[in-house]
């Protein structure tokens, strides 16, 4: 009899996660596309989310990557004018560099053993975060000192985040905002357009290479895309409200150093 009893309460227990699943992953889509369109970090949401779903951690990064894409292509649309106007390096090595790049970074992925992927994603998490709350300071930093990289230089600094994009997604986006002010970019909006094209075209690269390796978990990205389609479009008329971005930053900061800390755990657990 009491045998029968931990069975029911087994029973219950997966029914009530089974029921929280899609939930849980919805919110996340939510919180993610909003936050993306505010001010970025939304893949602090949706990769934990995927992973308490049950979902290995290499799958989760792959699938939140493919979430992600919608958001990039919105994006970089609105922002096509100010993408076309003329600078250095020029838009065609700047796309060469992000494909070569975020084909390198999923090709390392690919052969990154489960274990080893699951010990290194708190370190990722921690660079992304550090990076997400540093950024504004790093470009106010290169506007500052008025230097410029050489074309080289600043193409194998792009190259560089371009790899770390196609391997892992988590703060990219804030992470090539940060690399555009070293090299001496100044255009706020040509950088803004081309942290979302370059974002959606590496991320395309790393996309194809995980789906032919059968790394999307096609069921979680349903649910995390259109959530975060949806979340994005809200987020899109919420920003025009926010005054104090600041804030919001911290929040993000916050959400990023919990997640740090739960993965940490996890790892050593």
């Not at 089974?18 to 505010?38: E, K, V």
């Amino acid at each position: 009899m009491q045998t029968n009893l931990l069975r029911c309460k087994a029973c219950t227990i997966l029914r009530i996660e089974n029921m929280l699943t899609p939930i849980i992953l919805t919110l996340a889509g939510l919180g993610a596309g909003a936050l993306n369109a505010i001010a970025g970090g939304g893949t602090f949401l949706t990769f934990p989310a995927l992973v308490w779903a049950g979902i290995p951690p290499i799958m989760a990064n792959a699938t939140a990557t493919f979430a992600a894409l919608p958001g990039y292509a919105g994006s970089a649309w609105a922002y096509r004018e100010d993408i076309e106007t003329d600078g250095r390096p020029s838009l065609r090595r700047l796309i060469l560099t992000s494909i070569a790049g975020g084909l390198i970074g999923a090709g390392l992925l690919l052969v990154t053993p489960e274990d080893l992927f699951s010990g290194v994603v708190p370190w990722l998490l921690l660079i992304a975060t550090v990076a997400f709350a540093a950024g504004p300071w790093l470009a106010r930093l290169a506007a500052r000192s008025g230097q410029h990289m050489s074309e080289s230089g600043a193409l194998g600094l792009i190259f560089t985040v371009s790899v770390y994009g196609g391997y892992f997604n988590g703060g990219l986006g804030i992470m090539l905002l940060a690399a555009f002010g070293v090299v001496g970019m100044n255009n706020l909006h040509r950088m803004n357009g081309l942290k979302n094209l370059m974002s959606g075209i590496l991320s395309v690269v790393a996309v194809l290479t995980y789906t032919i390796a059968g790394l999307i978990d096609w069921s979680g990205l349903i649910i995390v895309g259109v959530s975060c389609a949806i979340g994005g479009h809200l987020g899109a008329a919420l920003a025009r409200r926010i005054q104090n971005t600041a804030v919001l930053r911290g929040f993000i900061v916050s959400i990023g150093l919990t997640m740090v800390l739960i993965f940490f755990v996890r790892s050593l657990g």
